[in-house]
């Protein structure tokens, strides 16, 4: 069975860094694509980052483009997502999630969510 455990969220103030890891197991994770989403109240998850599991290629929505940068550990299972020049609008519950391949159509799994708040 598929987990993908988040941890590393907490309370931090505007301008500051925070690294979400993503604790992937069972399953081997070749192939697949793993990414960042993020909710914040009263809003739509969004996408945030996403890093293929094999080659290394990301992608970024444009918000956070310069500041947030998203790596994997094959050897860990474990994807990170390093934040810095933190903004109040940043600040959400952020998921982590897998899906099989780049061209596949919806996230097959996804994790319980790590709460980021931005103090301005």
């Known amino acids: 069975q598929v987990q993908l455990v988040e941890s590393g969220g907490g309370l931090v103030q505007a301008g500051g860094s925070l690294r979400l890891s993503c604790a992937a197991s069972g399953r081997t994770f070749s192939g697949y694509v793993m990414g960042w989403f993020r909710q914040a109240p009263g809003k739509e998850r969004e996408f945030v980052a996403h890093?293929?599991?094999?080659?290394?290629?990301?992608q970024y929505t444009d918000s956070v483009k310069g500041r947030f940068a998203i790596s994997r550990d094959k050897a860990k299972n474990t994807v990170y997502l390093q934040m810095n020049s933190l903004k109040s609008e940043d600040t959400a519950v952020y998921y982590c999630a897998a899906k099989p391949s780049f061209y596949a159509d919806s996230w097959s799994y996804w994790g319980q969510g790590t709460q980021v708040t931005v103090s301005s």
């Open positions: 890093i293929t599991w094999s080659g290394g290629t990301t």
